[in-house]
């Protein structure tokens, strides 16, 4: 009887798991059925991509289904249109491939709000276009009175840091503020200010400059434009050509830790007394190296007891050497801009632990770095001299206009 029953049990118990089994293998069909239209919906639309630390445009692309050929290729097109070395850690690509995830279909890269980049498909091949934004451009005079410091002054004005620091690097270098300057001195800015719609684009160009106080008398520095847009000499300068352009040059590395300085020292492998052609930076394995200026890579490889080594020539004639890295980011003949990383510290070559050489070289002759500062220096030549004086006259002439109205 007992065993009569359990077997009942023992059937409707199996018939129970078998039905529930059945349900679920339906149901999960079914869910199956429903997933497939999001899934292909998602393969139509935009993807975002976002560049990593120490990414580069190849390496998020390759996190597509792309193939690598199809990569390269755009990697190219991406190239002759848009200056790469501008693309920085925390940009966006939106990003939209064919429904066979070989090609991409439309592709759009802003790195700043009015610069907006497109790609997208006719044919075969990528077009590429550049957004043609209703920019406006506003030419504004600024007066002002020296209160305390001109930083202060300036931001009061509403120029942001960036636009200040030009102006205060520009006039640092002609005059001694500490000394000189006194509360009433007075100031002038003629800034070009570009808006999109109503929006103040943060990059105004700043187009005159002028300090006049009773012991520092006139100071002032013009905006030179080259025929090249892009050219690194685009910036202030005195009005005999002299460029004060100290913003132009940065440090090699975040944070600044002296371990051997230029000169005569012990050597530390060999232990006798070497001259030692450059700074010695104390750094973590790893820790990014940044150009210090503008400039050309002349070298990117193994430099014998310097190990891995990155070479860059500024426009100012001055070369800088970035050595013992653990890597290298950048390629012979590259252009590279201040602040862009070249490589990363090492203890590669004859070296004892990681850290950084710099150096720095006027010619072929090693200087003392702590010289940083001409290294940013720019210089007009004479062609350029005669273009720079026209655009003296017709800045006067703004001023002229600005001051009457
Ligand atoms: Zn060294």
């Not at 004060?244 to 371990?259: A, D, E, F, K």
Request: proline share 3%; charged share 20%; net charge positive.
């Amino acid at each position: 009887m007992l065993k009569g029953r359990t077997y009942l049990l023992v059937i409707i118990g199996l018939t129970l798991v078998l039905f529930i089994a059945l349900t679920c293998f339906f149901n999960a069909g079914s869910l199956k059925q429903k997933n497939q239209t999001p899934v292909a919906d998602t393969l139509k639309s935009w993807t975002i991509l976002t560049i990593p630390d120490g990414g580069s445009l190849y390496s998020v692309l390759g996190k597509t289904s792309l193939p690598m050929q199809e990569i390269a290729v755009f990697a190219i097109q991406f190239g002759e249109q848009i200056d790469v070395t501008t693309i920085q850690p925390g940009d966006t690509l939106k990003i939209k491939l064919t429904p066979d995830n070989q090609k991409i279909e439309r592709l759009i890269y802003v790195p700043e709000i009015d610069e907006q980049h497109h790609f997208y498909l006719q044919g075969d091949s990528l077009v590429y276009r550049r957004a043609n934004l209703p920019i406006q451009k506003i030419i504004r005079l600024l007066n002002g009175t020296l209160d305390n410091t001109l930083d202060k002054s300036l931001l009061a004005m509403g120029l942001n840091p960036t636009e200040k620091q030009q102006i205060n690097n520009g006039l640092e270098s002609e005059i001694n503020f500490q000394r000189d300057a006194k509360n009433g001195d007075t100031f002038q800015v003629l800034l070009e200010e570009r808006y999109l719609g109503k929006i103040r684009l943060p990059k105004s160009k700043i187009i005159y400059a002028s300090y006049n106080g009773k012991k520092t008398g006139l100071h002032e520095l013009f905006r030179y434009t080259d025929t090249d847009e892009q050219s690194t000499l685009n910036g202030l300068y005195t009005k005999d050509g002299k460029s004060n352009n100290v913003s132009g040059v940065g440090y090699p590395l975040n944070r600044i830790h002296t371990v051997s300085s230029f000169g005569r020292r012990i050597d530390p492998i060999y232990g006798s007394w070497r001259m030692h052609q450059g700074i010695d930076y104390r750094a973590g394995y790893g820790t990014p190296v940044f150009a210090v200026a503008n400039g050309t890579v002349t070298m990117a490889s193994w430099y014998g007891g310097y190990g891995k080594t990155v070479i860059v020539r500024h426009p100012s004639g001055y070369s800088t050497q970035y050595s013992h890295m653990s890597s290298i980011g950048v390629n012979k003949g590259q252009k590279v801009k201040r602040g862009q990383i070249v490589g990363r510290v090492g203890s590669t070559g004859k070296s004892t632990g990681a850290h950084l050489h710099f150096g720095l070289k006027s010619g072929k002759s090693y200087i003392n770095p702590t010289n940083l500062r001409m290294v940013g220096a720019e210089k007009l030549n004479s062609s350029q001299m005669v273009r720079f004086k026209e655009q003296q006259a017709q800045i006067r002439q703004l001023l002229l206009q600005r001051n009457i109205s």
